[in-house]
C-alpha cells in the first residue's frame, strides 16, 4: 500500500517537472498578488507590516484554488483516473497521494518564496520565521481540502470558479489560525496557540479529508 | 400500533403524505406568526436598556436558529442519503438549502438593522455575524453545486458530501471566528437559565415555532416539485398531473 501511495505521488512529480509552466503559473499568481497591495495601499512600512500576514495568507489560499482544477482533470480526461479507481488499491490512497503532489509541487515554493515577500512587506525576522512556519502547517490543509473540491467538481463547466465557490469558506480556519500566528508574533503574545490550531485542523483534514475526495472521485466516475 | 417508516421513503406515497401535511403546517406557522408578532410588538415590555430597537429579535433570533437548524438537518438527511442509498433523502436535503439560505440572509439583514442603533454600526466583524456569514457562503456553494451538475444522481451524491464536510467544518468555522474576535452580546437563553422576561422569551419561542413549521410546510411542498420533476416518466406522476 505505501508503495501505490509514493508511485501516485512519483507520477505526479515526474508530470509536474515535464510541464513546468503550469505549475509556475500559481507561484507568479502568488508574488503577484502580494506584490499589488502595496501598490494599491501605500508604501508605509508600519501599514505594510500590519497587513502582511493577511494578505500572504489569502493570496496562498487562492494561489491554491488556481492550481487545484487540474489536479485530477488531466488524469480525467485521458482515463487512467478511471483505471487507478478500477485497481485493487484503496481509492483513499489515491486521493491522499494526489493531494500530497499537488502540496509538494505548489506548497513547497510558496515557502520557499514567502520570506522574501516578508521582507518586502518590512516584516522582521522572527516573524518571517513564523508566517513560514505557519504557511507549513497551512498549505498542506489547503492541498487536502481542496483535493475534496476538485474531486467534486470534476467534469463540469465553470468548474474552476465553483470549486473556489466551494471551498472558500471551509479554508476559513486555516486562514484564521495561519494569518493570527503571524499576528500573535507581531503583536508580542505569542504564536503557539495559533500553531497549535493550525496543527490540530491539519491532522483533522488529514484524517477526514482523503477519504471524502475519495467519495467524491466515485461519484464523478459513475 | 408501528408505523412502517420504509413505506413512506417512496417518493410516490410520500408525495400524498407531504401534501396533505403542508398546508396544516403552512397555516399553523401563518397563525403563529400573527401571534408571535403581537406578542412581539404590542404585549412584550420595552428594554430598559436597549428601548424598542430590540424588538427585532422576535425575527432575529428564530431566524439565525434556524439557520443553523436547517444546515444540520439537511446534512444529516444528506447522510442518511449515503449510507441507505434513498432517493427521497436526497431530494429532502435540497428542498432545505434554499430555505435555510433564506433564513441565513434574514438573520443577517435584522442582525444589520439592529446593529445601526445598538453599536452605531451596519456591519461590524464579529464572531456571530462573520460565521453567519460564512454560512450563508456554505449554503450557495452547495446549492450551486446542485446547479452545476446535471445528472440528479451524481448531483445528490456530490452535494451531499459537500453538505457532510459543511457539517464537520462548521463548529471549526465557529471557534475560530469566535477566538478571532468577539462583540455580540452573549448568549441570553442558556441552559441554565435565562436573563430575560417571560413575555419576551415567549414571543421569541412562539416565532421559533412558527419558523420551524414554516419551513416544514415550504420544504414539503418544494419536495413535490422536485419528486414531480424526477419521476416524471413513471405511471403514477402522469396519473397525478391528468387530474391535476
Keep these: ?74 488524469d480525467h480526461r485521458d482515463g487512467s483516473l478511471e483505471q487507478m479507481l478500477l485497481s485493487p488499491e484503496p ?17 513547497i515554493p510558496l515557502l520557499i518564496v514567502a520570506p522574501v ?7 522582521p525576522g522572527e516573524a518571517i520565521g513564523v508566517l513560514v512556519l505557519s504557511l507549513a502547517l497551512g498549505t498542506p490543509i489547503l492541498s487536502l481540502l481542496g483535493a ?16 473556489t465557490l466551494l471551498i472558500l469558506p471551509l479554508y476559513v480556519p486555516a486562514l484564521i489560525f495561519g494569518a493570527g500566528a503571524v499576528d500573535g508574533m507581531l503583536a508580542g503574545t505569542g504564536a503557539e496557540a495559533n500553531l497549535s490550531l493550525l496543527g490540530a485542523f491539519f491532522v483533522m483534514s488529514l484524517l477526514v479529508a482523503p477519504w471524502v475526495s475519495a467519495a467524491a472521485l466515485r461519484v464523478s466516475m459513475e | 400500533m408501528s408505523i412502517n417508516w420504509y413505506k413512506y421513503a417512496s417518493p410516490a406515497t410520500f408525495y400524498g403524505l407531504a401534501g396533505r401535511l403542508a398546508p396544516w403546517f403552512g397555516w399553523a406557522a401563518a397563525l403563529l406568526t400573527v401571534i408571535g408578532l403581537y406578542i412581539g410588538f404590542f404585549v412584550a415590555p420595552t428594554d430598559f436598556q436597549q428601548g424598542e430597537a430590540y424588538r427585532v429579535i422576535f425575527i432575529h433570533v428564530p431566524a439565525a436558529w434556524m ?23 436526497f431530494m429532502m436535503a435540497r428542498a432545505l438549502a434554499p ?7 434574514v438573520a443577517l439583514w435584522t442582525g444589520a438593522l439592529w446593529g445601526k442603533p445598538m453599536w452605531g454600526a451596519w456591519w461590524v466583524w464579529d464572531a456571530r455575524l462573520t460565521s453567519e ?3 450563508l457562503f456554505l449554503y450557495v456553494g452547495i446549492m450551486a453545486l446542485w446547479a452545476a451538475i446535471d445528472d440528479p444522481r451524481r448531483g445528490d451524491k456530490a452535494g451531499a458530501l459537500l453538505a457532510l464536510i ?25 441552559p441554565s437559565g435565562t436573563s430575560m422576561d417571560e413575555v419576551m422569551l415567549a414571543g421569541m419561542l412562539i416565532m421559533a415555532v412558527a419558523a420551524w413549521f414554516y419551513t416544514i410546510a415550504v420544504a414539503f411542498v418544494r419536495v413535490r416539485r422536485i419528486i414531480l420533476e424526477r419521476e416524471r416518466h413513471t405511471e403514477w406522476v402522469k396519473h397525478v398531473l391528468e387530474a391535476a
Design chain 2, 133 to 135: 456569514l460564512i454560512l
Design chain 1, 1 to 74: 500500500m505505501p508503495a501505490f501511495l509514493l508511485t501516485v505521488i512519483r507520477r505526479d512529480l515526474l508530470l509536474a517537472a515535464r510541464r513546468r509552466g503550469d505549475w509556475l503559473t500559481a507561484q507568479f499568481f502568488f508574488i503577484m498578488v502580494v506584490s499589488l497591495f502595496p501598490l494599491g495601499i501605500g508604501p508605509e512600512p508600519e501599514l505594510l507590516k500590519r497587513i502582511a500576514p493577511g494578505v500572504v495568507w489569502v493570496a496562498a489560499t487562492l494561489a491554491s484554488l488556481l492550481s487545484l482544477p487540474r489536479l485530477f482533470a488531466d
Design chain 1, 148 to 163: 475534496v473540491g476538485a474531486a467534486l467538481t470534476l467534469g463540469l463547466r465553470g468548474g474552476g470558479v465553483l470549486l
Design chain 2, 67 to 89: 439557520s443553523m437548524f436547517i444546515y444540520l438537518v439537511m446534512a444529516g438527511w444528506a447522510a442518511i442519503g449515503l449510507a441507505f442509498n434513498t432517493r427521497l433523502s
Design chain 1, 117 to 123: 515577500l516578508g521582507i518586502q512587506f518590512a516584516l
Design chain 2, 99 to 105: 430555505t435555510g439560505a433564506m433564513f441565513t440572509f
Design chain 1, 91 to 107: 481509492a483513499v490512497l489515491l486521493a491522499l497521494g494526489k493531494a500530497a503532489a499537488h502540496w509538494l509541487i505548489y506548497g
Design chain 2, 166 to 190: 459543511g457539517a464537520i467544518n462548521v463548529p471549526i468555522i465557529y471557534f475560530s471566528v469566535q477566538w478571532w474576535n468577539t462583540l455580540h452580546q452573549g448568549a441570553s437563553i442558556k
